[in-house]
């Protein structure tokens, strides 16, 4: 078991770490561990249970567990928290249920946890191996719902492409390098990483001082992105990103998609599906058709 998934397991608690442990769960297959109030603790395989605690977690215990996630130092993570998450070591990301603590009209805190949702990242070499030519025409943009290895993708082009390219990652939420301490969890390769700055800034902070010719973010959309990313693409640096969509229909449904389509940013538009495929590649010619 790599490091960091046995110290992602100790935050459980001894119980839970000696169960999992003596479960033998193949954690290069796992995809997530959904952890609620007064109910067990399962494990899954892309959809699939491939292990249940034998018993329930009891409301102290989960907050326990989210304050031991958090290295018991909630605070520091409030800006995280405030969104919805956090981001432990190796990229995993950790969804957080609750109650909403408004400040105003802005979230400012998550308070009584009542479920987490530990999404387990991987590494598949070569997936980008089919989009890395169409680079060439201009932005890449991949396309697909939660947990279709979108970043997945990104990392392994950020791998592919820093062999030729200058690349610099603006890692927002710390899931495509997985920083820690100055050094990334995961293979990218060659490319410079600017951990944990909204894209906004650190798209245009990559430009002013990193010389890149490909800059790559996660979970792009809204108008701050997109004029950093326009601000990139005059500055004639490539975009390599990613958005939720279902598929086609859906990503026209976005509010900001027609804008992104006709800046030019993105020449093509990669979909993946929840089996880390990719089954359409289109130019954005497709797109409008």
Request: hydrophobic share 40%; aromatic share 8%; with cysteine.
């Given at each position: 078991m790599?490091?960091?998934?046995?110290?992602?397991?100790?935050?459980?608690?001894?119980?839970?770490?000696?169960?999992?442990?003596?479960?033998?769960t193949?954690?290069?297959n796992?995809s997530?561990?959904?952890i609620?109030?007064?109910?067990k603790?399962?494990i899954?395989s892309k959809?699939e249970?491939?292990?249940?605690?034998?018993?329930a977690?009891?409301?102290?215990?989960?907050n326990?567990?989210?304050?031991?996630?958090?290295?018991f130092?909630v605070?520091?993570?409030?800006?995280?928290?405030?969104?919805?998450?956090?981001?432990?070591e190796?990229g995993?990301?950790?969804?957080i249920c609750?109650t909403?603590?408004?400040s105003?009209e802005?979230i400012?805190g998550?308070?009584?946890?009542?479920?987490?949702?530990?999404?387990?990242?991987?590494?598949?070499?070569?997936?980008?191996?089919e989009?890395?030519p169409?680079?060439?025409k201009?932005?890449?943009l991949?396309?697909?719902?939660?947990?279709?290895?979108?970043t997945?993708?990104?990392?392994?082009?950020?791998?592919k492409?820093?062999?030729?390219?200058?690349?610099?990652?603006?890692?927002?939420?710390?899931e495509?390098a997985?920083?820690?301490?100055?050094?990334?969890?995961?293979?990218?390769?060659?490319?410079?990483?600017l951990?944990?700055?909204?894209?906004?800034?650190?798209?245009?902070?990559?430009?002013?001082?990193?010389?890149p010719e490909?800059i790559?973010?996660?979970?792009?959309?809204?108008?701050?992105?997109?004029?950093?990313?326009?601000?990139?693409?005059k500055?004639?640096?490539?975009?390599?990103?990613?958005?939720?969509?279902?598929?086609?229909s859906d990503?026209k449904?976005?509010p900001?998609?027609?804008?992104?389509?006709?800046?030019?940013?993105?020449?093509t538009?990669?979909?993946?599906?929840r089996?880390f495929?990719?089954?359409?590649?289109a130019d954005?010619?497709?797109?409008?058709?």
């Amino acid at each position: 078991m790599e490091k960091h998934f046995e110290k992602l397991l100790l935050c459980l608690g001894k119980e839970a770490y000696d169960e999992i442990s003596a479960s033998k769960t193949d954690f290069n297959n796992v995809s997530e561990i959904r952890i609620s109030a007064n109910d067990k603790i399962r494990i899954f395989s892309k959809k699939e249970i491939v292990f249940e605690g034998k018993k329930a977690v009891s409301a102290p215990e989960l907050n326990n567990i989210f304050a031991a996630l958090c290295e018991f130092s909630v605070h520091a993570y409030k800006k995280e928290i405030s969104e919805g998450f956090i981001t432990y070591e190796g990229g995993i990301r950790i969804g957080i249920c609750g109650t909403a603590v408004y400040s105003g009209e802005k979230i400012e805190g998550i308070k009584d946890i009542s479920a987490l949702v530990i999404r387990i990242p991987h590494e598949i070499r070569d997936i980008s191996n089919e989009i890395v030519p169409y680079l060439d025409k201009g932005g890449i943009l991949a396309v697909g719902p939660p947990c279709s290895g979108k970043t997945t993708l990104l990392r392994d082009f950020s791998r592919k492409t820093s062999e030729k390219y200058f690349v610099a990652i603006v890692d927002e939420r710390r899931e495509i390098a997985a920083m820690n301490r100055g050094t990334p969890g995961f293979d990218i390769g060659k490319a410079m990483v600017l951990s944990g700055f909204e894209k906004s800034e650190g798209m245009k902070m990559a430009v002013r001082s990193l010389s890149p010719e490909i800059i790559i973010c996660d979970e792009f959309g809204g108008e701050k992105d997109l004029e950093s990313a326009m601000f990139a693409m005059k500055s004639g640096v490539k975009i390599a990103a990613s958005i939720h969509a279902a598929d086609i229909s859906d990503l026209k449904t976005k509010p900001m998609f027609r804008r992104i389509a006709e800046s030019g940013i993105f020449n093509t538009f990669v979909f993946l599906n929840r089996n880390f495929e990719i089954y359409k590649i289109a130019d954005i010619k497709e797109i409008f058709s």
